[in-house]
């Protein structure tokens, strides 16, 4: 009886485990390919799980952070889905290529074609973005999922440093620090000054080298010269005996 207990104790804790943390990985999420660094490009993946048994995930809507606004936002064609871009009117306009641009999208909507997504599945939303903002480590990108049934779960919750995670949370894309130039020259030159070492290296090395083979040279014909007169001598002294 007591073995019987403790394992069903034991089912029971695991499912109530797995049911916790099924959860967490069927969030609505936004991944870049790759690195995306701080003002510069990047492309990024809306990642949307099914999290229903019984619907389909039948449209899908991201919302760009208006308080990092985005100049440029291109979305890849997705088979079996339409992409829709909306553009807003900045507050203030954005320098980019050296133009003033006063709008930006502001949201974008994948609508599905056919059955969408459907149980147990996911599908990815390429997102092509730039420039990043440089004066933030973080953007925020605020979802809606909307099933086959009309339910709407709104993804919209900003995750809060030291909280637990919230129920639905909004989609967090992390940047990496931009690339120093000033680092990149320094690189740059170090290579420079490596490479003429190395060159300066070889042409001292040359040079030593030559100068090796005259000494040597030299030194042979000396050898030679001892020699020849060295056998002159020797068969005078036989002629004479």
């Known amino acids: 009886m007591k073995a019987s207990r403790i394992a069903a104790a034991t089912v029971a804790a695991g499912s109530a485990v797995l049911a916790l943390s099924v959860p967490a990985f069927a969030h609505v999420t936004v991944q870049p390919e790759g690195t995306a660094a701080k003002g510069g490009y990047a492309v990024v993946d ?43 009117k900045l507050d203030k306009p954005l320098t980019m290529h050296g133009e003033k641009i006063d709008e930006a999208v ?13 149980p147990g599945f996911f599908q990815k939303f390429p997102l092509s973005l730039g420039a990043l903002p440089e004066n933030t480590d973080q953007l925020v990108f605020k979802a809606l999922q909307t099933y086959s049934d009309k ?6 919750e900003v995750p809060q440093e030291g909280q637990d995670e919230p129920e639905n949370p909004a ?71």
């Open 46 to 88: 809306v990642k949307v799980p099914n999290e229903r048994d019984d619907a389909s995930t039948t449209k899908v809507e991201i919302s760009l952070p208006a308080d990092h606004p985005i100049a440029s936002v291109m979305p890849q064609p997705v088979p079996g889905w339409k992409a829709t871009v909306t553009k807003s």
């Open 106 to 118: 502001s949201k974008v909507t994948w609508t599905a074609d056919g059955k969408g997504i459907e």
């Open 151 to 156: 339910e709407v779960v709104r993804w919209i």
């Open 171 to 241: 989609p967090v894309l992390k940047l990496a620090a931009a690339e120093d130039e000033h680092d990149s020259a320094s690189a740059a030159n170090a290579t420079d000054k490596a490479g003429t070492t190395e060159k300066t290296a070889a042409a001292d090395s040359g040079d030593d080298t030559d100068t090796t083979a005259r000494v040597l040279g030299v030194a042979g014909i000396v050898i030679g010269i001892a020699g020849v007169a060295y056998g002159v001598f020797a068969g005078r002294r036989r002629t004479a005996a």
